[in-house]
C-alpha cells in the first residue's frame, strides 16, 4: 500500500541482570543492521512482513523495531500501536531518500536505504550490501548498570568524526491483537517490538562518549533500543552509525 503525502522498575534496585541487551550487558556490541519497519494493522500487505520482523526481532544480531503508523485507519480499523509520532518518522525517511511517497510495509535498513518489509531476500541483501560497502554499524556501543542510571558508552569513531543523536527508541512487550475489522478482519497478528516513543536523549562528536539513562525509565517498557543516528540540519532522520538493545525481563 502506499500513502502520497510527507506528512520508572518497579524498584531502583533491579540488578544488571534484568537488562538483557543484543550481547550480554558490559560487553561491545555491533549488530548487522537496523531493522525498522512501518507497518499497519490495516494494511493487508503487511502480516507478511510483521512475521519477519518477528523473526529479526528473536535474533542476537538484528535491532528490529516496528513503527506502527496511522494514516490507513481511516480504511475502517484504528491501528491499536500506532502514533501521529510513527508516521512522521516515516516520512521524514522519506524526505531523506527524496522519494515521492511512504508506503507500507516499507523497512528502513540502518537508516541508510528502503526495501519492502516483507521480502526476506530484499532485507537481507540490504543489510548485507551495506556492511560490505562499509555502511554497517561501525560504532560500538556497551550498555552497563551503575546505580539508578542505565549507563551507555559510544566508541570513538575510525576515522573521520561525525556527529549523531543518541536515540532512545522505546516499545511495548509482544502482543497479539484480534483485528476487528478492516482489510485484515477476522485476523490475530502478534507483533514485535512496536515502538511507543522516540527521545534524543544526547549528541555524540564522534569521540568516545559516556551516556546516562534513568533504570526506572527503561523499566517502564519492555525495552529499547539505542541508536546512534546523525540527523540532518532540519531534523530528518539520517544513517545510523550504531545500535543496541535493552530487552527487560519477560517482555
Request: charged share 20%; hydrophobic share 45%; aromatic share 8%.
Amino acid at each position: 500500500m502506499t500513502f502520497r503525502f510527507f506528512s520508572t522498575l518497579a524498584a531502583a534496585a533491579l540488578a544488571l541482570s534484568a537488562l538483557v541487551g543484543v550481547a550480554p550487558a558490559g560487553e561491545v556490541t555491533r549488530p548487522a543492521g537496523v531493522v525498522e519497519l512501518f507497518t499497519s494493522q490495516g494494511c493487508s500487505s503487511c502480516p507478511p512482513a510483521d512475521a519477519l520482523l518477528a523473526e529479526l526481532a528473536a535474533r542476537d544480531d538484528i535491532v528490529a523495531l516496528a513503527y506502527h503508523v496511522d494514516y490507513w485507519d481511516y480504511l475502517g480499523w484504528r491501528d491499536t500501536l500506532g502514533s501521529p509520532e510513527n508516521t512522521a518518522r516515516q516520512h521524514g525517511y522519506g524526505k531523506s531518500f527524496g522519494i515521492r511517497s511512504v508506503y507500507t510495509p516499507q523497512a528502513v535498513i540502518n537508516g541508510r536505504i528502503h526495501v519492502n518489509g516483507s521480502s526476506r531476500a530484499k532485507v537481507w541483501d540490504a543489510i548485507e550490501e551495506l556492511k560490505g560497502s562499509g555502511d554497517g554499524l561501525a560504532v560500538g556501543l556497551t550498555i552497563t548498570r551503575a546505580g539508578e542510571s542505565v549507563v551507555i558508552d559510544a566508541e570513538a569513531a575510525k576515522g573521520e568524526a561525525k556527529n549523531a543523536h543518541l536515540v532512545v527508541v522505546y516499545f511495548e512487550p509482544t502482543q497479539p491483537v484480534v483485528i476487528d475489522r478492516g482489510e485484515n478482519a477476522g485476523r490475530t497478528v502478534t507483533y514485535w517490538n512496536a515502538v511507543s516513543d522516540v527521545q534524543t536523549a544526547g549528541m555524540w562528536h564522534g569521540k568516545a562518549a559516556r551516556f546516562e539513562l534513568p533504570a526506572s525509565e527503561v523499566s517502564k517498557k519492555a525495552g529499547c533500543a539505542v541508536l546512534l543516528q546523525s540527523v540532518s540540519k532540519d531534523g530528518l532522520p539520517g544513517p545510523i552509525l550504531g545500535a543496541a538493545m535493552i530487552r527487560n525481563p519477560g517482555s
